[in-house]
């Protein structure tokens, strides 16, 4: 009882009470444990089932399925989050990825007892549900806890924080797996994230409203607007999936990839703090503009580039104009989401979906005329040129249905 008794006092005391009993700075500590978990591990998954044997095919038509079942269940999470509130729909996503963790701990045993397929739909699964209740539950916590006039610097800061606490992950998850295993890495990335789902334990749960409506998702009359969001979709999966492949095949070592996550990371963290504060201002339709530009040219030079230092120069240009392009856009979505949380954050997610499915459809298709390696940089630079065309789209909106820059 005395050390729960101290535990106040010493809060008190430093004056970390009303910090930490913020839900907005909740969402943030709650943020950094989860993204410096998955950092040490989600960009080696691929690698990690390719080191196992399974082929490039099986893993791209995992992929074609988790994105395609995230879409559905993003519907059905939104449309019934107000029965268990946001914050359990967070604490579950977490609990989730531990259960994710451990399947992939115990690959030899699943495999070997149920075979290949049966791992495969387990692993799509526990990134399915995990993801897509972490993402909806995100957005309306987000939604919640900001007012418009700061939403931009906000933001930044949500975006920063975990960045700049995780810049070291991917290298020290490369260095647990590189010099012991990978099994090592998936236990110390459980333990982070029941760290993270703990923050937000005991606090208070945020209840919110949702009526879902398949015209105002789809809203045909915003059609710039999700053309933005399909073409961030197309950025998103570039750099998330496709170039980690890419390294791979180009026989990057895993802690050479490490480092240059390094780099890049350190970037972003930065690039994310003041482009929060960038985009509140009347500078946000510029900054978005020089990030597609900046961001475009990073995944194109990507691919045509392929000595350790060329791309390490390359992905961290990409940290630089890719945070700036995406604080941007983030921030927009944000501002002119909060009158229908729900349809907005579906809306968002449905467009950046099907970009996401875009280039793993693409994929499949280039396999069948080149080999791997080629085909990866063909898909670096075809993200390249559609990241760079946001620099065209992003333009003043007067009619209100769009993203207002």
């Known amino acids: 009882m005395h050390k729960y008794t101290h535990k106040y006092n010493l809060a008190s005391h430093i004056h970390l009470s009303k910090f930490l009993h913020n839900k907005y700075n909740e969402l943030v500590i709650a943020d950094t444990f989860r ?56 604490i579950l996503s977490y609990v989730l990825n531990i259960v994710l963790y451990i399947s992939m701990f115990y690959v030899d045993i699943l495999v070997g007892d149920f075979g290949r397929y049966f791992f495969l739909f387990v692993i799509a699964v526990l990134n399915i549900i995990p993801s897509a209740l972490y993402w909806s539950a995100h957005h309306i916590f987000f939604l919640r806890t900001t007012e418009v006039k700061n939403e931009g610097k906000k933001l930044g800061i ?17 260095i ?18 029941g760290v ?32 933005i969001f399909f073409i961030q979709g197309i950025s998103h999966i570039a750099t998330g999936f496709v170039w980690p492949i890419f390294l791979f095949f180009l026989k990057v070592h895993l802690i050479s990839m490490g480092f240059l996550y390094l780099f890049s990371n350190a970037f972003y963290s930065i690039v994310s703090y003041l482009g929060g504060k960038g985009s509140d201002g009347d500078k946000a339709k510029k900054f978005g503009k020089i990030g597609a530009m900046g961001h475009g040219f990073s995944m194109i030079f990507r691919a045509l580039f392929t000595t350790i230092v060329s791309m390490t120069a390359f992905q961290t240009m990409g940290g630089i104009f890719g945070g700036l392009l995406h604080i941007v856009l983030d921030s927009k979505f944000y501002k002119n989401s909060h009158k229908d949380m729900s ?61 207002e820059f």
């Open 35 to 90: 993204l410096v978990a998955l950092s040490m591990i989600s960009l080696f998954v691929p690698i990690f089932l390719l080191e196992k044997g399974f082929s490039i095919e099986e893993i791209i038509y995992m992929e074609l399925g988790i994105l395609f079942g995230s879409i559905v269940l993003h519907y059905f999470v939104l449309k019934v989050i107000t029965m268990w509130g946001v914050k359990k729909t967070l």
């Open 158 to 174: 949500l975006m920063s924080i975990p960045s700049f606490v995780g810049i070291v992950s991917p290298l020290v998850g490369s």
């Open 176 to 193: 647990l797996i590189d010099g012991y295993s990978f099994q090592l890495a998936f236990l110390v990335s459980a333990g982070l994230m």
């Open 196 to 227: 993270a789902s703990s923050v937000l334990f005991f606090s208070e749960d945020i209840k919110v409203k949702s009526e879902m409506s398949v015209e105002k998702i789809f809203d045909i009359r915003g059609m710039r607007k999700n053309l």
């Open 343 to 403: 349809n907005a954050v579906m809306n968002r997610e449905l467009y950046m979906h099907l970009g996401r499915i875009f280039v793993v459809v693409l994929f499949l298709v280039l396999l069948n005329f080149f080999d791997t390696t080629k085909t990866l940089a063909y898909l670096l630079i075809v993200s390249g040129v559609s990241t760079f065309l946001l620099s065209l789209i992003i333009t003043d909106d007067k009619k209100g249905s769009d993203l």
